[in-house]
């Protein structure tokens, strides 16, 4: 008997529900940083190891610090929570999402994701990626 497919249901979130605090790359130190764009009316990056604070247009991004080339494409999360959610739909063997009929987003993030994210040919290889993202936070702090 095989085991219990690991299942995954789509919360219908988009890649902009997680670009509100991100985590980039400090252009003084080039260690990881925060940038938030919650603050009105510009966006703050703030870097907690050398102490970089300052405020920039909404629009020019930092490099972000979640990125890792596989020899597919690149992965990339803006943050933990973000990279938790691809880590979670690529490790899943049974992968649900709503029928088209009920309201709500059809493009979420995850119907969004490229192919090879999608193929479980390719799912050993993603997800290291994404344990070697993480790794980088928590080694940097």
Not at 32 to 45: G, N
Not at 83 to 107: I, Q, S
């Amino acid at each position: 008997m095989s085991p219990a497919p690991v299942r995954f249901h789509d919360p219908g979130s988009t890649a902009s529900d997680f670009s509100t605090s991100v985590l980039v790359r400090c252009p003084r130190c080039d260690r990881i940083a925060h940038f938030e764009r919650r603050t009105h009316p510009e966006a703050r990056l703030v870097c907690r190891s050398c102490g970089l604070c300052r405020t920039t247009g909404r629009c020019a991004w930092p490099t972000l610090w979640l990125r890792a080339e596989t020899r597919h494409g690149e992965i990339w999360a803006y943050n933990l929570e973000h990279l938790d959610l691809l880590r979670r739909f690529v490790a899943a063997t049974l992968r649900e999402r709503p029928p088209w009929y009920e309201h709500g987003p059809k493009m979420t993030y995850v119907a969004r994701l490229p192919a090879w994210i999608k193929c479980a040919g390719n799912r050993d290889e993603v997800l290291r990626a994404v344990d070697r993202l993480r790794a980088s936070v928590v080694t940097a702090d």
